[in-house]
């Protein structure tokens, strides 16, 4: 397949053009060859994309691309590109719309592992909503714990600060700890996040709302792997999703 027939499904998909973000969304770096089979990833590193060359993917498809701002091409930055040119690998980055989308995104995929039946958008960053805030049958904090385990591979941080039954739940994949505060105004029991916060724990026990860090890695894992799917459903093209964890 060409690839301008990829990101243009992706564009509109994800809605990449209307979605304000710091990532650089989209198309990333090029490559002049076809398309025969597409790597998934969380993370844009070298890592990737030499486990991408191994699976003999000509493209690339990460949450956390390589352009974030205006940058020189140095250092890793450069490594990183001269390896992606050198072997004719395409890179196309969605962040925000990643998070975000009601299909595929990663908060939606947590929304749907916890048994979530009416999540609504909520945690305003950069001009979106990017979160979920819903309410699950009531549980025990740790019964969250355990039906994050039985789907993603990370290292579950239970802080049970308030209710230990657990019914309104607010999520935000990645490191949204700072985020905190538009839970606790949405009446949220539980916090779920990704990456640890000092300051967000030190909030919630003052606020008495229980916390689970699932971790960033881990939790934006989840958006990947189901694009992938979907792209195999829709266009017919194999994926492979690469593990590079970071302990994170």
């Not at 949405?186 to 916090?191: T, W």
Request: net charge negative.
């Amino acid at each position: 397949m060409k690839l301008y027939q990829i990101t243009e499904y992706l564009d509109n998909f994800l809605m990449v053009p209307h979605i304000p973000d710091s990532s650089l969304n989209g198309l990333q770096v090029e490559t002049d060859r076809d398309i025969t089979r597409i790597a998934m990833a969380v993370d844009a590193t070298l890592g990737t994309f030499e486990q991408a060359e191994e699976h003999g993917a000509e493209l690339v498809i990460v949450h956390h691309g390589l352009f974030w701002d205006k940058v020189p091409i140095r250092g890793p930055l450069y490594r990183r590109v001269r390896y992606l040119i050198k072997n004719r690998i395409g890179l196309y980055a969605a962040h925000l719309p990643l998070d975000m989308h009601d299909e595929v995104g990663n908060n939606a995929e947590l929304a749907r592992i916890l048994g979530m039946t009416n999540p609504e958008p909520f945690l305003r960053y950069k001009g979106s909503l990017i979160g979920l805030i819903g309410e699950i049958e009531t549980i025990d904090i740790h019964e969250v714990a355990r039906r994050l385990e039985t789907q993603i591979d990370g290292d579950i941080k239970v802080f049970p600060l308030g209710k230990r039954e657990i019914r309104r739940v607010a999520i935000c994949s990645g490191d949204a700890g700072p985020d905190l505060n538009q839970a606790i105004e949405k009446g949220a029991d539980l916090y779920l996040t990704g990456e640890t916060s000092h300051e967000a724990v030190a909030l919630a026990r003052d606020a008495e709302v229980s916390i689970v860090f699932a971790g960033h890695y881990a939790t934006e894992t989840l958006g990947p792997k189901a694009l992938g799917k979907h792209i195999e459903a829709k266009l017919g093209l194999p994926t492979v999703f690469v593990e590079a964890p970071t302990g994170f």
